[in-house]
């Protein structure tokens, strides 16, 4: 059995196996994992379709296109080669990225259970008094082409504004912020759709659902889980979803139904020092929103100075597909929400 290179969003074309997890070899169980694969939204752990004798066809570190046959599964009384032991690498998905980071060999390092990322630090920090140089491949890589392709096909415009966040802060329904802001979204894409389109080849496409995917900040890079459909979701429901979403993309959890397709993205610096920042457009989007840290200001009220908390939000936007009138309609559209959130 021939074991291909998944796709695991409609625009993934090609993706990197990061890690073997079993031996060239090796004999396998059904839904035993396999091999750790990179892509620029996020890391997935490929797992063993049925049991037999693994073979592996591309070396890992290698950058292969969707499709292409990474290795081979033969059924065990059918195995030319003898099957060699078999050997797993245990470590958390923490401990996985931080040695890729790192330049770690998991393989080097001896734990009791699985290893974390304290064992990684461990073995890096002891190799000392040289100069340490990162590869620059895998999910790393992945980011910072998609972020030049952005660059070289949009034509980005940005857009800022402050918006007061102090009856949103005061919910006590359990919200976040962020999961607040999503719902404004999803509610104001839905009355504003150029904002939610797609540019394909000669076509915006507007696509019948609002489809926001959130970026996730892990020590290995971004991670960009997807709530479907978010504008049929009230925001109770975001809450728990998006919580759920956001817990399993930091753990390397995500299935692929979860990752790529998202329609319009928002990425969050709440909990910096960044007040506001330029987001960078993941074609083929219209727009991204980002949001920065809350703030406190002085403000006037019945002619007296009082405080107020607020937020900036930074609309991206590509200006082919979206001028700035109906962008400038839709992030007021946003802060009317965001301030009085009982209409969400």
């Known amino acids: 059995m021939d074991l291909r290179l998944p796709q695991l969003g409609d625009i993934m074309t ?34 063993a379709p049925s ?76 190799v000392a008094g040289a100069t340490r140089f990162l590869p620059y491949d ?27 966040v102090d009856v949103a802060l005061a919910r006590r329904d359990g919200t976040t912020l962020t999961q607040v802001v999503v719902r404004a979204c999803a509610v104001a894409l839905r009355e504003h759709p150029l904002l939610n389109a797609r540019l394909v080849d000669d076509r915006i496409e507007l696509p019948a659902t609002v489809d926001i ?6 020590e290995d890079g971004l991670v960009v889980p997807v709530l479907r459909a978010a504008d049929r979701l009230r925001l109770a429901e975001i809450a728990t979803r998006l919580g759920d979403l956001i817990d399993r993309a930091r753990k390397g959890q995500l299935m692929r139904t979860e990752v790529g397709g998202a329609s319009f993205m928002v990425t969050s610096l709440l909990r910096t020092v960044v007040d506001a920042f330029t987001p960078i457009l993941d074609p083929p989007q219209a727009a991204i929103l980002g949001i920065g840290r809350v703030r406190e200001i002085a403000a006037f009220e019945d002619h007296a100075v009082v ?19 109906p962008a400038a ?6 802060v009317e929400l965001i301030s009085d959130p009982a209409g969400l």
Do not use: C
């Open 51 to 126: 049991a037999g004798v693994l073979h592996h066809v591309v070396a890992a570190g290698e950058t292969v296109a969707v499709g292409t046959v990474v290795g081979r599964l033969v059924a065990a009384g059918e195995a030319e080669v003898a099957p060699a032991p078999l050997v797993e690498v245990r470590a958390t998905p923490a401990a996985r990225a931080l040695a890729r980071e790192l330049g770690v060999d998991l393989t080097t390092i001896a734990a009791t259970g699985r290893i974390r990322a304290a064992d990684v630090r461990t073995a890096a920090d002891a």
């Open 307 to 325: 405080r107020r908390q607020v937020i900036t939000l930074s609309l991206t936007f590509d200006h082919r597909i979206a001028d700035g009138g």
């Open 138 to 164: 895998g999910h790393r890589r992945a980011i910072g082409e998609n972020m030049l392709r952005s660059h070289r096909t949009a034509a980005p415009v940005t857009l800022t504004t402050e918006v007061g």
């Open 213 to 218: 995917g959130v970026a996730v900040d892990r």
């Open 329 to 334: 309609r839709f992030l007021g559209r946003v």
């Open 14 to 47: 090609e993706g990197r196996v990061a890690a073997w997890l079993q031996r060239d070899g090796a004999t396998v169980e059904a839904g035993q994992a396999l091999y750790d694969l990179e892509t620029d939204k996020v890391n997935f752990t490929v797992e």
